[in-house]
């Protein structure tokens, strides 16, 4: 047959809270909070990065293209 569960003392004492663990966890969640920052400033300076390249590789194939379709122009005389 199964036995009652066993109860705690009625009266337990309050924990010590230790000052520098306090100071550890409020250390902790501020590096996270700057680690989180920093992750979403990254993210945006890579997204700005990308449109930058695209766009500067599309402006380079566009005058590319028009040299050479005026290079054609000129040696086939169109």
Same mark, same amino acid.
């Given at each position: ?5 066993? !109860?705690?003392? $009625?009266? %337990? %004492? ?10 550890? $966890?409020?250390?902790?969640?501020? $590096?996270? &909070?700057?680690?989180?920052? %920093? &992750? !979403?400033? %990254?993210?945006?300076?890579? !997204?700005? &990065? ?5 766009? $500067? ?12 379709? &005026? ?8």
């Amino acid at each position: 047959m199964a036995q009652p569960a066993r !109860r705690p003392p $009625a009266v %337990e %004492e309050p924990p010590l809270v230790d000052p520098s663990e306090i100071e550890r $966890a409020y250390r902790l969640h501020r $590096a996270r &909070r700057h680690a989180r920052l %920093e &992750r !979403r400033r %990254e993210t945006q300076l890579a !997204r700005f &990065r990308f449109w930058f390249v695209l766009i $500067a590789l599309v402006i380079a194939i566009a005058v590319v293209g028009v040299t050479v379709w &005026r290079e054609i122009e000129k040696l086939f005389g169109l």
